[in-house]
């Protein structure tokens, strides 16, 4: 039901723009939010965008991420500016309908997930 892409190779300092797209679920009723997970560790949350538009990120990428979602196209993004070596990883774009905004963060409040996209950052 959700399908992401974007991912790719890229130098750091550079930019990437992750897709998510939706099948059967409505975005603009739904929070999206973004995780990822490097090799060998555990999957980490990096953005996420309530239904009301609020949205929340994690320290390490405040400022160079931007999490954002299109009605029409029932899609939602990730802008990811100023790329870091530490920033590789596999992406995942996950929806709820009944994810609070105080739980944007939270990997069990999503009930739909895609399948990963990867982002390798070069040095």
């Known amino acids: 039901q959700l399908q992401a892409s974007g991912g790719g190779l890229v130098q750091a300092g550079g930019s990437l723009r992750l897709s998510c797209a939706a099948s059967?679920?409505?975005?603009?009723?739904?929070?999206v939010a973004w995780f990822r997970q490097a090799p060998g560790k555990e999957r980490e949350f990096v953005a996420g965008?309530?239904?009301?538009?609020?949205?929340t990120y994690s320290t390490s990428v405040k400022g160079r991420f931007t999490v954002s979602r299109d009605s029409a196209k029932n899609a939602g993004y990730l802008h990811m500016n100023s790329l870091r070596p530490e920033d590789t990883a596999a992406y995942y774009c996950?929806?709820?309908?009944?994810?609070?905004?105080?739980?944007?963060?939270?990997?069990?409040?999503?009930?739909?997930w895609g399948q990963g996209t990867q982002v390798t950052v070069s040095s």
């Open positions: 996950a929806a709820g309908p009944s994810v609070i905004l105080s739980n944007l963060a939270t990997q069990s409040a999503y009930v739909y």
């Open positions: 059967g679920l409505t975005f603009r009723t739904a929070a």
């Open positions: 965008m309530h239904r009301s538009g609020g949205t």
